[in-house]
C-alpha cells in the first residue's frame, strides 16, 4: 500500500481543489499527478509480487503508448487537412496538422537516435521526448478535467447568463458557432426563468477591425429575431479577448448588482479556458458549454491548450529550462 501513497495524497488534495474552487487548472494537474502515481503505484505492486508479469506490463504499456503516438500522428494530420479544407490556411487552423507533423518528427529522431546509437543523437532524442512527455501530461490533465468539469452539476441560482462572443460573418452575421452559445443561452434562460427568476442575458463582444458593428449588438440583434424579449438583453461592447469579455462583463454585473452570480455560455471547447480567466478575473459564475462541430474540435482544444500554455509561462519556462539543462548536463558527463 506505500507505493499508493503518491496518489491518494494528490487525490486528496485534487478532492479539496474541486470542492473550494473547481475552475482552478491545479485541480487538472492534480487529477493527473494521481492516476499516474496509481499506474506507478500498481506496476510496482505487481513487479514485487511476480517480477515477470510487471516486466510484461511495462512491455504492453510502452507498446500500447507507441501505437497511441502513431495513431493520433495519423488522426491530427487527417483533422489538419480537413481543417484547411473547411476553415482556410489560419495559424489557427493549422494547429492540429503542426501537432501531427511534429509527433511524426519526434518518432523519426527516436528511432534515427536507436538505430544510429551516438552519445549525442541519444541525449538530444531523450531531451525532445521529456518534453514532448511534460505538455503530453498536461494536455491530457486538461482534456480529462476539462471533459470533466463540463459534466459538474452547478448551481442554477444566477442573475445573468453571461454569452462570450467569437467574432461575426462579413463584419455583421452571426456565424454558426456564436449562434449556438446564444441558443444555448436561450435555454439556460429558459430553465432559470422556470425556477422563478428572469435574469439579464448579458451579451459580451466588442468591435474588431473588421466588423461594421459590436459584436454584442448582432448577437442581441439575433436574440430579438428567435423571440427572446429585448427588454432582458444588456450589452458588453468593448471587449477583444476572453479576459476583456469577463472583466467588463463583471463591471457591468457589480456596479447593478454587487451579490450577482452568473452562468456563464460558451462553445464546449472553451469552457474549461473561460472557467479559468472568470476565476482569475474574479468573476462569480460557472461556465457551461455549446455544441461544436466535430471536425472543428481538435484544433480548437489545441489552441485553447497553447492558451493555457501562455497563460502560464512563466511556470512553463521553468519547468522547460530544467528539463533542458538536465539533458545538456547528461551530454556533458558523457
Known sequence: ????????????????????DRRRLSNAVLLGLSTVFA?????????????????????????????????????????GI?????????????????AGIALVALLVLLITSLVLH???LLVVAATA?????????????????????????IRRRADYVVVLGSGLIGGTTVPPLLAGRLDRARKEHSRLSRKGRRPVLLASGGQGPDEKLPESHAMADYLVTQGFPADLIEREDR???????LTFSKALMEQANPDYRCVIVTSNYHVFR????????????????APTAAY???????????????????????????????????????
Open 82 to 98: 480537413t481543417m484547411v479544407r473547411k476553415e482556410g490556411r489560419s495559424p489557427a487552423n493549422l494547429l492540429s496538422l503542426g
Open 39 to 79: 499506474v506507478i503505484g500498481l506496476l510496482l505492486h505487481v513487479a514485487s509480487e511476480r517480477a515477470q508479469l510487471g516486466r510484461d506490463l511495462v512491455v504492453v504499456l510502452l507498446t500500447l503508448a507507441g501505437v497511441g503516438v502513431v495513431t493520433l500522428a495519423w488522426f491530427l494530420i487527417a483533422n
Open 1 to 20: 500500500m506505500v507505493a499508493f501513497v503518491p496518489s491518494f495524497v494528490c487525490f486528496f488534495l485534487f478532492c479539496i481543489g474541486v470542492v473550494r
Open 118 to 120: 551516438t552519445h549525442t
Open 239 to 245: 471587449s477583444t479577448t476572453t479576459d476583456e469579455n
Open 274 to 289: 473561460a472557467a479559468i480567466t472568470a476565476r482569475r478575473t474574479g468573476v462569480r459564475g460557472q461556465v457551461i458549454g
Open 129 to 153: 521526448v521529456a518534453l514532448a512527455g511534460y505538455v503530453a501530461f498536461l494536455f491530457l490533465c486538461f482534456l480529462v478535467y476539462g471533459g470533466l468539469y463540463g459534466r459538474l452539476r
Open 296 to 334: 472543428f474540435w481538435p484544433s480548437a482544444m489545441i489552441r485553447e491548450f497553447v492558451a493555457l500554455l501562455v497563460a502560464y509561462r512563466r511556470t512553463n519556462a521553468v519547468l522547460f529550462l530544467l528539463v533542458l539543462l538536465s539533458g545538456v548536463f547528461i551530454w556533458w558527463l558523457g
